[in-house]
């Protein structure tokens, strides 16, 4: 709803118009209603009037809700993921046969950060884990046939994709011609044909029940991560899980992608990881290197995971 007063001009008045003549035509603000003070103060002394009325603005109306979001757990809700099982089942059997696995990130921070997550969680499970990560000039985005080769003669037998690969159909196909298996986790919207990999984790893949639509890649690194550090066959290992955090509020607000509440919740608790205990390289900043020689990572994914 409109308020009843006359609404600031925004980037599109006359003077904006001036400056972009190509501008279009003036878009009014959109202001929320002010909440009553009964309602604003209805969640004192713990939330100022201020944090209800910002609630309520994102639709969180009221004292109940507000602190039921507030305090909800980060941890994965029901449905699962699309594929999930899948993957998890693969990873496992690669615990259990001691393969060799390169999980293959991506160039920017979401990339680098779920790469390093998803690192980290499998080295945790005993796995021999490296770190491939792609050169934005020689490489470019996602899997490709020369990567694929060259892991497939270093002696890998799967490969775990993090922020990438949902699409690449042809590279995919040689991996498994090379006796490479291949577990995608992603989370863009496919454009095309999906790969046939051993498992494909995307919530943004059509018939995927998971509400979880908005997560970054390393969102999406988290709950594959999750999944195979908790259950009947490992147990919980919830000191893992929460040293990861710091890895998914990084990649959360690199990749700029909505806060919405699994989101924000990610954040949050990944925030608060790296206030307690800030990662050396996060804290200093890392500038990524090509990943060569048969899935080796200089700097980067792997530098992060220390």
Known sequence: MTSGK?????????????????????????????????????????????????????GIVGAADAFAYLRASWRATPPEPLGLAKAVARVRMARTRQERVVVFGDYDVDGLTSCALMVLALRQMGIDTSAYLPSRSDDGRGLNAAAVRELANGG?????????????????????SLGLDVVITD???????????????????????????????????????????????????????????????VGTIGDVVALTKENWRLVRAGLARLNRAPRHLVR????????????????GAAAIAH
Do not use: F, Y
């Not at 890392?286 to 200089?298: I, L, Y």
């Open 284 to 299: 200093a900043g890392a500038v990524p290197q090509r990943g060569r020689a048969h899935g080796r990572c200089n700097g």
């Open 6 to 58: 006359q609404p600031h001009p925004g980037p599109t008045s006359e003077a904006a118009r001036t400056l972009h003549p190509t501008a279009g035509p003036p878009r009014p603000w959109r202001v929320r209603p002010q909440l009553s003070l009964a309602e604003l103060d209805a969640g004192a002394p713990e939330l100022t009037r201020l944090q209800m009325q910002l609630l309520a603005n994102r």
């Open 156 to 176: 890998a037998s799967l490969v775990v994709t993090t922020d990438c690969s949902t699409t690449n159909v042809a590279e995919v196909q040689l991996a498994t």
């Open 187 to 249: 989370h863009h919207a496919p454009q095309g044909e999906i790969a046939a990999a051993c498992a494909v984790v995307n919530p943004r893949q059509l018939g995927c029940p998971s509400t979880e639509k908005n997560l970054a890649g390393v969102g999406v690194a988290l709950r594959v991560a999750e999944a195979l550090l908790t259950g009947a066959e490992t147990g919980s290992d919830n000191d893992t899980l929460d040293a990861l955090l710091d890895l998914v509020a």
